[in-house]
């Protein structure tokens, strides 16, 4: 099993996680031009899954340390399966409203406020539950962030004076995500033994076997969730499965895609979880935030027509996420 070996490639990882995370959107913006969000997040899940399949059969089953993936499937007790599952229903909750929020409200506002709000609250839930890092560095890290959204509400309030639409919904859809989704970590850690990835407590998981548990835990959910929302959408006509399989095979493979980058993200920040600890962890990869508003405001020019103290305000944004993300690194030195 690949085990991370040092807190500086911790920190690689979880940089990685928050590319990866803050640019899976992008395959939704695409297909949206002939899809619906509904129909694309079937496809996003299936990815996530076969990612974590991918992952554990791979490199959660390579080398000599740690329980290889089937081994350690078969030892994990009842509670700890769980936690997982709960942890990906939780995820597969949030992050559905997260994409209804993507597609009324764009990348550049709902992650900001959706994702960037889980990062404050989550940071919090997992440091009370592994107090890992200086806690001082943590927070101020935290309270930049915090500095940062509401920089980007402010633009955000100010484009749409300008003819720019607004979107009550989607603000609410991102707020409610951001809540949610400052939760589903906590669960998923706790069904690992943080300090020993090597040898993990017996009815413990490596993080191979919880990403693949937490990923059943999406797909059985949305079974449920995206149901009921392709019946009762936020916005436009309800839709059904028939509609789903009508589908070209080359946009279900953006949808998948989106899936496999989420996927990647999600499996290189938990194995990073035991070096860096799961609030740092955790933190880092809901920088995705910055990374997500470079691509609305630079590729999809969801701000295209800001004013010039606008874009000062959005320069500002930037500036704060990353003062913030310094300070949650140098917290786990």
């Known amino acids: 099993m690949f085990i991370v070996q040092s807190y500086w490639q911790a920190i690689l990882f979880c940089v990685i996680t928050m590319l990866c995370w803050g640019s899976w959107a992008n395959t939704q913006k695409l297909a949206s031009k002939s899809w619906r969000f509904e129909l694309f997040y079937w496809d996003y899940v299936i990815g996530i ?6 992952s554990a059969l791979t490199l959660g089953s390579m080398g000599e340390q740690g329980r290889h993936f089937m081994d350690d499937l078969t030892q994990v007790d009842g509670a700890n399966i769980g936690k997982a599952l709960i942890g990906g229903v939780i995820f597969n909750a949030a992050n559905i409203l997260l994409s209804a929020a993507i597609a009324i409200a764009g990348m550049a506002v709902a992650f900001p406020v959706g994702i960037g709000l889980a990062l404050i609250l989550g940071v919090l839930v997992n440091y009370l539950g592994t107090e890992k890092g200086d806690p001082v560095l943590l927070f101020a890290g935290v309270g930049f962030v915090l500095l940062a959204i509401i920089v980007n509400a402010v633009v955000y309030k100010r484009n749409s004076a300008g003819g720019v639409r607004a979107s009550s919904k989607g603000i609410l859809l991102s707020v409610i995500a951001g809540v949610l989704m400052s939760f589903f970590y906590r669960f998923i850690a706790a069904s690992m033994d943080l300090e020993n990835f090597v040898s993990p407590a017996a009815g413990k998981m490596t993080p191979y076997t919880a990403v693949f548990i937490f990923s059943c835990g999406i797909f059985l959910s949305n079974f449920l969730f995206n149901t009921i929302l392709m019946r009762r959408p936020f916005e436009g006509q309800p839709t059904n499965y028939a509609a789903y399989f009508k589908g070209r095979a080359s946009t279900h493979m953006v949808g998948i895609l989106g899936g496999l980058i989420w996927g990647l993200g999600n499996a290189l920040n938990l194995i990073a979880a035991g070096k860096a600890g799961p609030a ?22 969801e701000f295209k027509g800001a004013s010039s103290r606008n874009n000062t305000l959005i320069a500002v944004m930037f500036l704060f996420f990353i003062i913030g993300l310094g300070f949650i ?3 786990g030195k």
Do not use: E, N, P, R
């Open 280 to 301: 740092i962890s955790y933190g880092l990869g809901q920088g995705a935030t910055l990374v997500a508003a470079l691509w609305g405001v630079f590729i999809w020019k």
């Open 329 to 331: 690194i140098y917290a």
């Open 49 to 54: 899954l076969l990612f974590s399949l991918l």
